[in-house]
């Protein structure tokens, strides 16, 4: 990477309840705890901040194949809440790299499946020279990992005020190093939730 050129940011965006969980017991696909939360007006307008400043979406194997299965036909259905439509159309045309041991391909235009080390695909994104964020959807199995390896600049959170009492915990998988962050926005929804970003400090 030259002098010039600038790295670009990588965003992790995530939701968790107040006791760390990011599904609920059922596993990947229990997450009807978020959907209030998601389909209120403050944090659709949330996600769509998030989503402007980026050109590419990272995402992990069982995120990509939900996320492919619910949102491309969301991009043009007229009953659809516009702030999801635009969503749906930013996924449809944006980059999408898909990192994964299981899988080669998947249905899903723009998408990429790539086998590789995490830390070291982000950095080859983050130097390549584009414009835009490097936005993570909500894979723990990718988030974690970088932050391990100190390369998440911005954190999305949308905080739901929910306990669930089992399920996958966020910070379950060990120890990270420390770090430490600034809040940058604060924004309660009308659902109760909060939407939050925090810049590393």
């Known amino acids: 990477m030259t002098d010039n050129i600038a ?19 059922g596993g990947n696909q ?9 389909l209120s007006d403050g944090v659709r307008d ?9 050109s590419t979406a990272l995402l992990g194997r069982v995120n990509a194949e939900g996320f492919a299965a619910v949102w491309p036909p969301v991009a043009t259905m007229a009953d659809a809440d516009p702030r999801d439509r635009a969503f749906a159309q930013w996924l449809n ?5 898909i990192l994964s041991s299981t899988i080669t391909d998947i249905d899903w235009e ?41 390369l998440i600049d911005r954190l999305t ?3 739901c005020p929910e306990i669930l009492g089992a399920g ?4 379950a998988g060990g120890a990270l190093p420390g770090s430490s ?21």
């Open 110 to 150: 723009n998408s990429r499946v790539v086998d590789s080390d995490t830390a070291g695909l982000v950095v080859e994104l983050r130097d390549n020279g584009t414009d835009g964020d490097i936005l993570i959807l909500a894979s723990v199995s990718i988030i974690m990992p970088l932050l391990a390896a100190g």
């Open 181 to 201: 962050w600034t809040l940058t926005s604060s924004k309660a929804s009308d659902s109760g939730a909060l939407a939050l970003i925090y810049d590393r400090a």
């Open 46 to 54: 949330f996600l769509a901040q998030v989503h402007a400043t980026a």
């Open 157 to 159: 959170v949308t905080l």
């Open 7 to 25: 790295q670009r940011r990588v965003v992790a965006n995530i939701a968790l309840t107040f006791d760390g969980r990011v599904t609920g017991a």
């Open 168 to 171: 996958r915990e966020l910070f």
């Open 30 to 38: 229990d997450m009807g705890w978020v959907v209030p939360h998601a």
């Open 93 to 97: 045309d944006t980059e999408k790299v």
